[in-house]
Nanobody, 119 residues
Framework: QVQLVESGGGLVQPGGSLRLSCAASGRIRSINSMGWYRQAPGNQRELVAETTSGGSTTYTDSVKGRFTITRDNAKNTGYLQMNSLQPEDTAVYYC?????????????WGQGTQVTVSS
């Protein structure tokens, strides 16, 4: 009933920037929180950043000061602006959203978008 579609990943040199987008669609009444996770090969999936409906944000320590999470409630879209990217940021990035539909509330995941930081 709800789909999350990520975009904006790609290959970037160290020090570069990327902006990820996550568009939610379906029978959405409200999006309570949105977040971004990432998973590098051989590693567990980790929370990168999260924002609540009230506007509070949380970042993992390694991205503080470099990444910014925002959302456009009118468009049901979330964003992750990533600056000063480093090779250790290379991973598949997943969008997640805690969504209330006309039927129930649940957590949804996107399909993932690859971010590769390399010279």
């Amino acid at each position: 009933q709800v789909q999350l579609v990520e975009s904006g990943g790609g290959l970037v040199q160290p020090g570069g920037s990327l902006r990820l987008s996550c568009a939610a669609s379906g029978r959405i009444r409200s999006i309570n929180s949105m977040g971004w996770y990432r998973q590098a090969p051989g590693n567990q999936r980790e929370l990168v950043a999260e924002t609540t409906s009230g506007g509070s944000t949380t970042y993992t320590d390694s991205v503080k000061g470099r990444f910014t999470i925002t959302r456009d409630n009118a468009k049901n879209t979330g964003y992750l602006q990533m600056n000063s990217l480093q090779p250790e940021d290379t991973a598949v990035y997943y969008c997640t959203a805690h969504v209330t539909t006309v039927v129930y509330t649940s957590v949804y995941w996107g399909q993932g978008t690859q971010v590769t930081v390399s010279s």
